[in-house]
């Protein structure tokens, strides 16, 4: 079983949808979530990053993390065509004198006018 | 504000042929730099992190070496190219907090 779980998709929507991404994971010791949106032969892009358990709020974007069902979501509103990349969780933890980051493997996202 | 470069954007070399791949942060400094290699269609794989000038450790057993010759430099390198060797290549940094910032990577086919 993989430490993180990611649906790859594709996952295609129509501009103005709401979009749901979600991550599921097994080692409790993650502390850190993290959201990354990644361009075609670009490199990842921090979106969100959230401790604790609840939701946090930026603009069109959402992320909810639940501890307890070890389980993280980003939320996209009003989701635009420029929104279209992919889409990669992230999840850290101290080891070894630093923080690991462990990633899922990224759900591509398709918004069209 | 901090910013990460990274060169070549792409490139492609021969099996068996030398590698040497630059990562280079301004902006900040003492960061924690980190090398991910990325197939098509998965998730990062961290191959490389260092935590200070000449400190690295590797977290895969490679056909990779990697060096830290100076504070904000980070350079991946092989001496014989495999042809799994291709894929995306990205340089990280951090310090001090658990997010990652990531460079613009380099592509790397190997022929």
């Known amino acids: 079983q993989k430490e993180v779980e990611q649906d790859p998709g594709p996952l295609s929507v129509p501009e103005g949808a709401i979009v749901s991404l979600n991550c599921t994971y097994s080692?409790?010791?993650?502390?850190?979530f993290m959201w990354y949106r990644q361009y075609s032969r670009k490199g990842p892009e921090l979106l969100m990053y959230?401790?604790?358990?609840g939701n946090k709020e930026d603009g069109r974007f959402t992320a909810q993390v639940d501890k307890s069902s070890k389980y993280i979501s980003l939320f996209i509103r009003d989701s635009q065509p420029s929104d279209s990349a992919t889409y990669l969780c992230?999840?850290?933890?101290?080891?070894?004198?630093?923080?690991?980051?462990?990633f899922g493997a990224g759900t591509r996202l398709a918004v069209h006018p | 504000s901090q910013t990460i470069h990274q060169w070549p954007a792409t490139l492609v070399q021969p099996v068996g042929s030398p590698l040497s791949l630059e990562c280079t942060v301004e902006?900040?400094?003492?960061?924690?730099l980190y090398w991910y290699r990325q197939a098509a269609g998965r998730g990062l794989q961290l191959l490389f992190y260092?935590?200070?000038?000449?400190?690295i450790s590797s977290e895969v057993p490679q056909n990779l070496s990697a060096s830290r010759p100076q504070d904000r430099q980070f350079i991946l390198s092989s001496k014989k190219l495999l042809l799994s060797d291709s894929g995306f290549y990205l340089c990280?940094?951090?310090?001090?907090?658990?997010?990652?910032?990531f460079g613009p990577g380099t592509r790397l086919t190997v022929t």
């Open positions: 902006g900040t400094s003492n960061p924690n």
């Open positions: 260092s935590v200070g000038i000449g400190q």
């Open positions: 990280a940094w951090n310090r001090g907090s658990y997010e990652q910032y």
């Open positions: 080692n409790s010791a993650f502390q850190y």
């Open positions: 992230a999840m850290s933890f101290p080891s070894g004198g630093y923080n690991k980051l462990i």
């Open positions: 959230t401790y604790s358990s």
